[in-house]
């Protein structure tokens, strides 16, 4: 594991017309405030990335198809600095929200047919200048 | 159109690897605060409701499939008491928020094949003992 990654079970609440399921409350681990929710999607075998966001906390959950996430941590001082993490997460296989703290590179991969989505919820509106960015070949896990 | 719904086209941001689909901003119109997010799914003709908010307003995004959203108004004093007001929002179409002021009633119905998600984002977490619920068969639009 990377240290300030959480993997955090949600739970999904069956009813006879459609299931709730829970995202994130301002109350629960990891929620570093609202700035802004997103979705990206993403095609089976296509991966996006590397991006590492410098100020903002990410809580990302899967909402359709299953997504393979992979996380690379460089930062000095770090217990887990030069460790590779990876999770599948998926609304039906393994339905639980992904906190990546601020510093780490993250990467992800549709791998369920078609298209895939996560939402994530972030502190602050989006600002292209807070993220670096890294080609796919960069870092091998 | 009912007082204080309010219907926001929404970004759906074009890239070859998958789209980025913009929510919701903490600094867009509409935006009352973060307490939860959670999902609800509803499959094709089955209709949930219905519902009255009594202190929240509702940013609902349809993430999957199509829904038809259907709002009544009974609020003493509003320019639009008594008025019904429908639309159908998915991903694909209709990509919009639909902000429910307060005190709306609203039911909705799954108006694609299979099973279709909103997403809804209301500020405060969940409190049963904030809405109303009311049978379905109440309210004929």
């Known amino acids: 594991m990377i240290e300030g990654v959480q993997i955090i079970p949600l739970k999904r609440i069956h009813t006879d017309n459609g299931d709730v399921l829970h995202a994130l409350k301002a109350t629960d681990e990891g929620y570093t405030g609202f700035g802004e929710a997103y979705f990206s999607e993403v095609f089976q075998g296509v991966r996006k990335g590397w991006k590492r966001h410098n100020r903002m906390t990410l809580n990302i959950v899967v909402v359709m198809g299953a997504i393979k996430f992979i996380l690379y941590d460089d930062r000095d001082g770090s217990a887990s600095q030069g460790k590779y993490f990876t999770i599948i997460l998926s609304p039906t296989e393994n339905y639980s929200r992904l906190v990546v703290p601020s510093g780490v590179w993250m990467a992800f991969e549709g791998v369920a047919p078609g298209v895939s ?21 960069t870092f091998k896990e």
Chains 1, 2 share one sequence.
């Not at 989505?117 to 070949?137: Q, R, T, V």
């Open 117 to 137: 989505m996560l939402l994530d919820i972030i502190p602050e509106p989006h600002d292209p200048n807070e993220a670096d960015k890294a080609p796919i070949e």
